[in-house]
């Protein structure tokens, strides 16, 4: 499913050990390299410094994409530098363009923030409106990229897939999805039932929730998946991190419905919250209607 994957790089120390992790991802055939230049405003319409920037991005990314090859000779390597007065818009430009699979971003611990006034790019780029999947790597597994956390996120990335639903047909189209991907090892199913209601309400709400999503699990299970599901009560975002980290998950596979944080604000934000408390991978499956 991820053949095609857009790598935006600021050419810091962290996302030159991505690259590591980006040449494992199974499945992946092609990898662009971006580098997007912030555009400067000066006198007179003079855009000197940022021709120098976008030349020295290039030769930069040669290096990058000679580093690659090696991790991977099999995949093709291409390089993009893009000038442009806002990185996120330019990321999302390019990957719109380029008709990428996948979007791997790295993200500092604080820097994914709720909220409409998003200062950072990673959070950016997850919460403008696009068709383009993201990946969320976090520095602090970025940092520790050696030995048995290598083997987790890097080559097995999907060994042990955490995949919530709420049944809508957005997660209905996630779930589907995961049967696609290559390297699939286990699925792990979870509904989260809202701790707001009474006390018979939430039971009910529980009973149906564990017929349902029983049934997907037993249809995975038909397709030779390795799967099992999980229903649990309280804050959906909060109950996923909690899962995530007792399940010992490689990665948690989110819905969104795609069009931008506004959108999924008024409907819970519960992407975008797991996207920042997460200490896991986090790979967002854009749903469109």
């Known amino acids: 499913m991820f053949e095609k994957v857009l790598f935006p790089t600021d050419f810091s120390q962290r996302e030159e050990i991505l690259l590591d992790c980006i040449a494992s991802i199974p ?22 410094v940022d021709t120098l920037a976008k030349e020295t991005a290039e030769n930069i990314l040669t290096v990058a994409q000679d580093y690659l090859k090696t991790l991977n ?27 990428v699979d996948l979007i791997v971003i790295g993200a500092h611990g604080k820097s994914v923030k709720i909220g409409v006034l998003l200062g950072s790019v990673p959070s950016t780029v997850l919460c403008r409106i696009s068709k383009t999947n993201v990946l969320i790597m976090r520095h602090k597994i ?25 049944f809508s047909r957005f997660s209905e189209h996630a779930t589907a999805l995961v049967s696609t991907m290559k390297g699939v090892g286990e699925v792990i199913l979870l509904h989260v039932v809202p701790d707001d209601g009474t006390g018979s309400e939430i039971k009910e709400s529980a009973q149906t929730a564990e017929a349902r999503i029983g049934a997907v699990r037993d249809s995975l299970t038909a397709q030779d998946i390795r799967s099992r599901a999980i229903v649990t009560t309280g804050n959906p975002a909060g109950e996923i991190v909690r899962t995530a980290e007792e399940q010992d998950v490689s990665v948690i596979w989110l819905s969104s419905y795609g069009k931008g944080c506004l959108y999924d604000f008024l409907l819970g934000s519960t992407v975008q919250d797991v996207a920042m408390k997460s200490t896991r991978p986090v790979i967002v499956i854009r749903s469109w209607e």
């Open 73 to 99: 000779p099999d995949i093709r390597v291409t390089l993009d530098t893009t000038i442009s007065p806002d990185i996120a818009e330019g990321i999302l430009t390019t990957a719109e363009k380029r008709d």
């Open 27 to 48: 499945g992946v055939r092609d990898v662009i390299l971006l580098h997007v230049v912030k555009e400067t405003r000066y006198p007179m319409g003079v855009q000197i």
């Open 142 to 166: 970025i940092e520790t990229l050696t030995g048995k956390t290598y083997e987790k996120f890097c080559p097995m990335l999907f060994s042990r897939i955490l995949c919530p639903t709420d």
